[in-house]
T-cell receptor, first 114, second 109 residues
Framework: DTAVSQTPKYLVTQMGNDKSIKCEQN?????MYWYKQDSKKFLKIMFS???????INETVPNRFSPKSPDKAHLNLHINSLELGDSAVYFC?????????????FGPGTRLTVL | GQNIDQPTEMTATEGAIVQINCTYQTSGFNGLFWYQQHAGEAPTFLSYNVLDGLEEKGRFSSFLSRSKGYSYLLLKELQMKDSASYLC??????????WGAGTKLIIKP
């Protein structure tokens, strides 16, 4: 069984479109995260959720909105896609709120905006 | 500001030993992680250090010196499958993970 799964794995879309990326974890973890990894390979945290509450919201554009229907899911919705949004987006989870816990990453979603 | 520095790229020979360094400047410290990331794949956990000293785990070891803001990852008996990027990440006083850009390790036969 996959611990952290994301769909889709690849997403190609036009500028201005709205898209969503789904993430699910079956580890029973309390905290989930979204990261963006750009072409320079920097991993930048975008959001983290603990028990359905947003606990970190880095300075990302408000076009990006995380949605967590339950503890096992954290979806990422992106409005009005821009060329600069092209990157690999990773979902991750960890057992508890503190970041001293190991994070388990999903396989990533490669988003290409044309 | 907060900063994590790692070499961009390193090359080593199969069977040899390589040391990947990481220096950090963060607001507070709650531990340092090393992750491995193969091309096109997700990062996977390698080690966590919060106290000074060396932690050994098979062919991989990680060292931490909090007073120097310094860590290294030591890989022994290198195998071709060790070709990957190695990411250093520090947990700061707010329990936020600050990530380095990663070191791309190339293993040659």
């Amino acid at each position: 069984d996959t611990a952290v799964s994301q769909t889709p794995k690849y997403l190609v879309t036009q500028m201005g479109n709205d898209k969503s990326i789904k993430c699910e974890q079956n580890l029973g973890h309390d905290t989930m995260y979204w990261y963006k990894q750009d072409s320079k390979k920097f991993l930048k945290i975008m959001f983290s959720y603990n028990n359905k509450e947003l606990i970190i919201n880095e300075t990302v554009p408000n076009r990006f909105s995380p949605k967590s229907p339950d503890k096992a899911h954290l979806n990422l919705h992106i409005n009005s896609l821009e060329l600069g949004d092209s990157a690999v987006y990773f979902c991750a989870s960890s057992p508890a709120q503190g970041h001293t816990d190991t994070q388990y990453f999903g396989p990533g979603t490669r988003l290409t905006v044309l | 500001g907060q900063n994590i520095d790692q070499p961009t790229e390193m090359t080593a020979t199969e069977g040899a030993i390589v040391q990947i360094n990481c220096t950090y400047q963060t607001s507070g410290f709650n531990g340092l992680f090393w992750y491995q990331q193969h091309a096109g794949e997700a990062p996977t956990f390698l080690s966590y250090n919060v106290l000074d000293g060396l932690e050994e785990k098979g062919r991989f070891s990680s060292f931490l010196s909090r007073s120097k803001g310094y860590s290294y990852l030591l890989l022994k008996e290198l195998q071709m499958k060790d070709s990957a990027s190695y990411l250093c990440a520090v947990c700061d006083s707010n329990y936020q993970l600050i990530w380095g850009a990663g070191t791309k390790l190339i293993i040659k036969p």
